[in-house]
């Protein structure tokens, strides 16, 4: 019989969807101790939070988020909501003794993250960011390929996360849908929002970045606002791109943008080393593209592994070799290895702190970006 671990969401949009579906399907494919419960969703709309429960599945519903923190019968505070509200569910969920896992990015900024850092480290929770990249089976292969040390010495690490959908000056911020647009709900544009998945890759593959400088553009200046009706100054960043060094050495090009015509999620990286070179994009993600210099110098070139085997990251959970999965599974797999975690006592990773890291670097790039200067990142 495996125990109950009853989850409480707060927030039902994009990712309230993608990590209801990972805790409905955890169970089924991977062999854990613990059952993810839907025990309760909260939203501030009765009508809509309602019929949210009744699609997924969720045993109860709340509409004041501080009410489900402090239900005896909640386990894990799941925080789906816009980036201002962060910091104060996660150190009331704290304070009442909840682990807590964060959509990304961890805060508004970094001064606000070490104060999470603080609650969760303080009361022991168990605790974890939704940075589901990592997650991808290529990328984790990646992974296991450059601490093996195959590629030698590192000289280049290069990301890029490229979308269109502001593009139109007519669309408004703010309000549910478009609170990414909103500074106030969202703390920055797109380096809080796209870099801050490839900063979080980055690190994990190729350790910390110890300095930045960037660029941002703010395109489209002014915007209706959805919640007070009026045309009002756009505060996020609509792109962004900055170079660095990373602790290795070796060096930093990070681009992302909102106006890339024609591309809708293209998150990308490429790592360069002595002996060898990766290559990985979100729209082809069960591919990694891997160059070995080591190999025949007559036949060797860019191979693309499809990574779908057995041993291959994650794959023996799924379907048969050959047989690929998506977007969806990365989420399936991070609550997979935060249940694992638990049971063997260990914090899944990003936890808060790692989490915050990330945070440090993205304070960084804006302040760079706001001084024209480079800066320095201590962690
Ligand atoms: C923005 O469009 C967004 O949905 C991000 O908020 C997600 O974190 C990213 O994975 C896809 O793009």
Redesign the pocket.
Known sequence: MLKPLNIGMIGYG??GRAHSNAYRQVNQFFPLKHRAVLKAICARDKNKVEEFASTWGYESTETDWKKLVERKDIDVIDICTPNHLHAEISKHAAAFGKMILC??PLSMNAEEGLEMVSAVEKAKVPNMVWY??RRVPAITLAKQIIDSGKLGRIFHYRSN?L?D?TINPELPQGGAALW?LDVASAGSGVTG??L??CIDTAMWLNGPLSTVSALIETFVKERKHNLTGKVEKVGIDDACTFMGRFANGSLASFEST?YARGHK?L?TLEINGEYGSLAWDLHDLHRLSIFDYKEDSLTRGWKSVHVTDGEHPYMKNWWVPGLQIGYEHTFIHQVADFIAALESGTNAQPDFRSAYQTQLVLDAVLKSAREKNWVSIAY
Do not use: P, T, V
């Open positions: 994009f990712m959509e990304k589901n990249y996360f979308q959908w990414r929002d796209l801050a998945h909102r999620a998150f």
